[in-house]
């Protein structure tokens, strides 16, 4: 497809890095020529330097024929400018990032009368996705699939966890759960396990089912299975409004830590169920002094990675029991951080873009490939993908044992109508299904890709 | 340096090469040169084994940094060069090998350039590799490679950088293989169109196709002792017309077709390009005219735009013994020798857009002088250009100067006159080919010692891959591990 990117901060970067990968045409359009020049040598995407809502800029970057533009600047404003402009210059579909919160309400508005095709709130969707990690709060990680119908969670395994030291086979006979246990990460190493898999202490294990399966597979783990009670969120920024706004929806107390005075008055009038704290997160006294070792779950969302991370760092310690999330922004560094042992670590760029990426994919599946969707994990080395079955593809019909399938290739799930489906050996694949496949293979494209050719 | 990418990058080229020698083969069985099938063959399947094997094992990530891409560039030349003068060796042709090397390293950077006396009694075949190579080295080999193989992960920018002319090279679609694609798509409708044109003007296929070549390429080998003075006035317009077209910057050509014509008008460069070659063909026309060495007005202009056309794309082909001419017009051809055509095209000289942009950079430093406050930038094509470009640009100049003074010295060695020393080294650092006196559109570089020979083959490369990639390959930062 041929994309058109405006603006190209950190959200652009990864979507350039992600699109060009994925065989895209793309053009970007950056007012600084250093960054130009920069992504001109690493991608290959062509650059051009300028003002992305000026029309004759975007006749130059090929609007015409583009299919797609993404707006991605800092700027709100300039965002819809240019996806105006290029609604009515190239007839192409349009996201932005609107980030500002007053915008909230209009989203609707904006997304409908003005036409743009996806609306993207950084803030909002890094929010959603702390809030969902505290409602649930073992897993480090919560993916949803086939339209919410299949649930990915990613939990570690304690050493005093049923799990440790067993093969897959055993704990199989022992829990008895539809769940499948399909990615295992042991530090810098990543599995795709079979029957004879033995788990470990610290392994990270990804596991595919419905929320009710995933649900009873944790209560017979004796895991922690309810939602927090009790949050304290450090940092008074639009993310934690958002997350704020959700949590006290599902009915979890909130405090706010926030240093500037304006801003807490704001934060109050804005949500008066919170318990807006007028200090700095950093002074240990006023945690201490608001119950930091009672709460259940903490949430760093300063503007500073640092602060951020060693926040969470200092809770651990003081806290261990505590669910931790912690926000962070470069996306550089995150294996790095992946292995510091602070709890769920949200990436509000990374989020941003993984919800583009997936729309453009979307967007060129309905151009004749049979993948619904493609989510990547553990570094982009593991990709789940959700297949469409054709009525005259070869897998169908033969029982999954005597299928001839490559290694690193597991299949999660079948999904039939309203069915979703935890496969067997006997288990056999229709025609009309869609198939949830679990592999470190890349560059699948049909669900007869995964046998041995 | 990344050394097993270079090695697998080179490897390929030798492959290339191979593959590239089924055309003269197919001549030579024509034409049933058996000889020289057999060599063409033998140099066919040899370098496909070679190449095959020694890029056999494929590193994991093909990832080019600007280092790799430029040492790629400089040593696929060099290696194209040595391994495309074997058939002149072994076909009996050019008996020496340094000379074969010469003759085929004037082919592929465009120059022209020859150590042979006479090329009227040459092989068919061979004659064709001759001016073939004029035709590969035109657009450049590796973005052949690029347009034909996806070798290159990520980006091959830094090869496209190091090997097409021009300060500042750009993409013209988001992708670069298909960029290359699309370059040599228009190449090649624009040597099909030549190839017709000549055909009809009454040559036959075999001097159409190696003319062409020559022609579009910027080349300049003939296929005859006197150049292209021998062909009908017709045929020499059309050359005039295909080297002209030659000389434009490619991404013209993609905006006319895209239809986007506005952009295409907006080229400077393409202006001042015009300007100057009815400019001074006009000057010389009048110069030689009054002189009276040639009949008429009409004559006189149509040598004139023939000489000025054929130096100003570095082409180098003859219909009138410019040597001869009053010392106004010799001067003038010597001076349309350093400036060379447009960037992007594929003529070879210090180029336009560069020379625009030092104008510019004058009278802005002028303006500074007189208001020493004052900020301007350098506007080219109704765009400002990036300071780091004028930065590259200057620096250009600089290097082009000092490259050029030592050759110039070295080649002086040889006791020949301060003219054919001169203009010997303007005319391969340039790619144009003839210079004047003993190097003039009569002469040639046989006579040339062994060592001034090696100095002119490296002004060729590195006039032809515009002075880094060449300068990087000799500079020992670049062979450090760390």
Sequence with gaps: ?453 | MNYSVVRFMIFKVIELIGILMLLPFLVAIIYRENMAATVFLGMLIGCIVVGAVGSHFRPKKITLYAKEGFVVTALSWIIISLFGALPFVLTGTIPSYVDAVFETISGFTTTGASILNGVDGMLKSVQFWRTFSHWIGGMGVLVFMMAVMPLVDGNGMHIMRAESPGPSVGKIVPKLKDTARTLYIIYFGITLVEIICLWISGLDLYAAMTITFSTVGTGGFAITNSGIGGYSTLTQAIIIVFMAICGVNFSVYYYIITKRFRDAWHCDEMKWYFVTMFGSATLIAINVYRAGLLPTPYLSFHHALFAVTSIMTTTGFGTEDFNLWPEFSRTLLVTLTMIGACAGSTGGGFKFSRLIIILRTIKNELTFIIHPKSIKKVYMDGRAVEGTTVKSVSAYLGIYVVIYVISFLIVSLDGFDFETSFTAVAATLNNVGPGLNMVGPMGNYSQFSVLSKVVLMFDMLAGRLELLPILILLSPQTYKRK
Excluded at chain 1, 235 to 259: C, H, M
């Design chain 1, 1 to 453: 497809m041929q994309i058109l990117i405006v603006g190209c901060g950190n959200v652009g970067l990864t979507l350039i890095d992600q699109l060009s990968k994925e065989g895209h045409n793309i053009t970007v359009i950056e007012e600084k020529s250093d960054v130009i020049q920069n992504v001109v040598n690493n991608y290959d995407v062509m650059g051009i330097v300028g003002n992305g809502a000026s029309y004759s800029i975007m006749k130059d970057a090929g609007i015409e024929s583009a299919d797609l533009m993404i707006a991605v600047t800092n700027s709100d404003e300039l965002n819809i400018l240019s996806c105006l402009f290029a609604k009515k210059a190239g007839n192409c579909s349009t996201i932005a990032r609107v980030r500002n919160p007053i915008y909230k309400k209009e989203v609707d508005f904006i997304r409908d009368e003005l036409g743009l095709s996806l609306i993207i709130n950084p803030e909002e969707a890094a929010a959603m996705e702390a809030s969902r990690l505290l409602k649930f709060p073992s897993a480090t990680k919560i993916e949803q699939f086939v339209k919410g119908r299949t649930e990915l969670v990613k939990i570690t395994v304690n050493e005093d966890s049923r799990l440790c030291n067993k093969t897959l086979k055993e704990i199989q006979a022992e829990i008895k759960s539809n769940v499948l246990i399909s990615v295992v990460a042991r530090g810098e190493e990543v599995f795709i396990p079979d029957g004879s898999f033995v788990l470990r202490a610290n392994d990270e294990i990804s596991v595919i089912g419905t929320s009710k399966d995933t649900l009873q597979f944790f209560k017979k783990l004796k895991m922690p299975t309810a939602r927090v009670n009790s949050t304290l969120i450090v940092g008074g920024g639009a993310t934690a409004y958002y997350l704020a706004k959700s949590l006290i929806e599902a009915g979890i107390q909130v405090k706010i830590f926030e240093k500037d005075n304006a801003r807490c008055k704001q934060l109050t009038e804005l949500i008066p169920e919170a318990l807006i704290i007028n200090a700095d997160g950093t002074d240990k006294e006023m945690l201490f002094e608001e119950g930091l070792t009672r709460m259940e779950s903490f949430v760093s969302l300063t503007n500073l990675d640092e602060e951020n991370i060693m926040l969470s760092m200092f809770v651990k310690s003081v806290a261990p029991k505590a669910k931790l999330i912690t926000k962070v922004h470069r996306v550089n560094y995150d294996e790095i951080i992946g292995s510091m042992g602070i709890g769920s670590v949200i990436y509000p760029k990374y989020i941003t873009a993984e919800r583009i990426v997936s729309y453009v994919r979307g967007m060129s599946n309905s151009r004749g490939s049979n993948i619904e969707s493609l989510y990547k994990m553990n570094d982009d080395r593991v990709e789940v993908l959700e297949f469409n079955v054709r009525k005259d593809s070869p897998v169908i019909g033969i029982p999954l044992q005597n299928l001839d399938i490559k290694k690193g290739v597991i299949i999660a799930r079948i999904n039939r109508g309203f069915e979703s489906l935890a496969p067997s050996g006997q288990s056999m694949i229709r025609g009309g299904d869609t198939v949830i496949v679990v592999t470190t293979n890349t560059g699948f494209h049909d669900i007869e890709d995964i046998l041995q050719k």
